[in-house]
């Protein structure tokens, strides 16, 4: 399953030595962990990377701010909006907290076929007044375990891919000079120095932890771009579901349903397509609220949403009408691919 919150993370802290670590530092730092997981597939063109500069007297006051550029080739190459604002941060005098933030694609294994997510991983990269540097990874797949999020045991998937992200925290170690200290235990794994504990062993500290908290997170991720109102559908139901699928250039990003047997509709964003899957819902529940607005049924305006589709930038009707057993099992199918 691919998660909006970090299934785990491991963090490593390095002294810069006399000579200190300017921002420049930060972001080849950051690149040389992306080429690392790049050896594995685990790192795809093309990252996206956010650049920031703080005063340590008062980190809220930000200096440099640079978001979502994309990873170039040769990143710190003349002229790139990265190398340009990785110059602004090095103008500035005083303590600093720069942070360089790597958004990775990159793909999982079932099965030998090879899938997608545009958020994998992150590396975030810190260096806090020039004299510690601290990197951060953290994954939002439970590709890597015994047992997936779901509390299905995965053999076939865990052996697929948990030896390519050993792999890769091997070498980031080497990088280093030192193993990661891996994080907190959270509502989804147990992470160790080499990946990630067996939870046949134990257990998740919660059952179904991608569908108890996961499913309730993507929703608040995906209201929070439209104003909140009551005139809508309800956004739960026991009902099987009728859906069609959104697709734009290619890519699938999510799945626009209504009940079959009550009056509750949505949108399921497809959390592998990351970003533009939740721009794209957005827009979409925002039809099925002016249905609502007209007195359409939930099937009546799924009907109609998809006669009268908004703007082909947040996607077309690709596929459909087609049907879910349950509003749960949508879900699972917007989760995994």
């Not at 690149?31 to 597939?41: F, H, P, R």
Request: a negative charge.
């Amino acid at each position: 399953m691919i998660t909006s919150n970090p299934v785990g993370d491991w963090t490593w802290e390095v002294t810069p030595g006399a000579e200190g670590a300017r921002p420049v530092r930060a972001v080849e730092t950051a690149v040389a962990v992306w080429n690392i997981l790049a050896a594995q597939e685990l790192a795809t063109p093309k990252g996206k990377v956010s650049v920031s500069a703080r005063a340590m007297s008062d980190t809220r006051e930000v200096l440099v701010a640079v978001d979502g550029v994309p990873l170039e080739a040769e990143p710190l190459s003349p002229e790139t909006a990265l190398s340009r604002a990785v110059a602004e941060a090095d103008s500035l005098e005083g303590d600093l907290l720069v942070g360089v933030r790597i958004e990775c694609p990159g793909c999982w294994l079932e099965a030998g076929v090879k899938h997608r997510a545009e958020k994998l991983f992150v590396i975030q990269v810190d260096i806090w007044k020039g004299i510690l540097l601290v990197v951060t990874l953290e994954t939002y797949s439970d590709a890597w375990l015994t047992m997936d999020t779901r509390d299905r045991e995965q053999p076939e998937i865990y052996a697929e891919n948990a030896p390519r992200l050993a792999t890769a925290l091997e070498k980031i170690s080497a990088l280093f000079g030192a193993a990661p200290v891996p994080g907190d235990p959270n509502r989804h794994a147990t992470p160790t120095e080499t990946g990630f504990e067996d939870p046949r062993i134990d257990g998740f500290a919660y059952d179904d932890s991608w569908g108890t908290f996961e499913v309730a997170a993507r929703s608040r991720l995906l209201r929070s771009r439209i104003p909140a109102s009551e005139d809508e559908y309800q956004d739960i139901t026991d009902h099987p579901v009728r859906y069609f699928t959104i697709r734009r250039d290619g890519q699938n990003l999510g799945y626009i349903w209504a009940s079959i047997g009550d009056e509750a509709a949505g949108y399921e964003p497809r959390t592998a397509a990351g970003e533009a899957a939740f721009e794209a819902g957005a827009e979409w529940l925002l039809r099925l609220r002016a249905a609502h607005g007209q007195g359409l049924s939930a099937l009546a305006a799924l009907s109609w949403v998809a006669q009268s589709p908004p703007r082909s930038e947040i996607g077309l009707i690709a596929e459909g009408p087609q049907e879910a057993s349950s509003l749960d099992a949508l879900e699972e199918l917007s989760g995994r691919y």
